[in-house]
C-alpha cells in the first residue's frame, strides 16, 4: 500500500513556472514507477509524465514534452513535477500516481494509486 500526497498548486499567470511536490509514504515506496496525471474540467483524465523507480527512465505526452520535467528523490519518497512556460489549457486538478510496474505502462493503463489532488490554474 502506498499514501501519496500532493502540494504546490495554485494559482499562476500564462508563462510562469510552479512544481509539484509528492510524498509517497509506505514502506516500498521507492519500489513503484511515479507519474502524474491531470483532470481539466469537463474532460478526462489525461497521462502526463512518468519516471521509473531509479529515476532513469521518464515518460511525457507530448503536449508537455519540452515544458515539464519530472525528477524524484527517493532519500525522501518524494517525486515532483517542474511545469514551465505554463499554459492557460494546462489548467487542470493534477494527481500524483504510483504503480508497481513501469513508467511506460502508466501511458496505456491506469496505476493503482492516486493521490487526492492538486489544484493548478493558469491565467491568460
Known amino acids: 500500500q502506498v499514501q501519496l500526497v500532493e502540494s504546490g498548486g495554485g494559482l499562476v499567470q500564462a508563462g510562469d513556472s510552479l512544481r509539484l511536490s509528492c510524498a509517497a509514504s509506505?514502506?516500498?515506496?521507492?519500489?513503484?514507477?511515479m507519474g502524474w496525471f491531470r483532470r481539466a474540467p469537463g474532460k478526462e483524465r489525461n497521462f502526463v509524465a512518468a519516471i521509473s523507480t531509479t529515476g532513469l527512465a521518464t515518460c511525457y505526452a507530448d503536449f508537455v514534452k519540452g515544458r515539464f520535467s519530472i525528477y524524484r528523490d527517493n532519500a525522501k519518497n518524494t517525486v515532483y513535477l517542474q511545469m514551465n512556460s505554463l499554459k492557460p489549457e494546462d489548467t487542470a486538478v493534477y494527481y500524483c500516481?504510483?504503480?508497481?510496474?513501469?513508467?511506460?505502462?502508466?501511458?496505456?493503463?491506469?496505476?493503482?494509486?492516486w493521490g487526492q489532488g492538486t489544484q493548478v490554474t493558469v491565467s491568460s
Open positions: 509506505g514502506r516500498t515506496s521507492s519500489s513503484y514507477a
Open positions: 500516481t504510483a504503480d508497481p510496474t513501469t513508467a511506460r505502462a502508466m501511458t496505456v493503463r491506469l496505476p493503482d494509486y
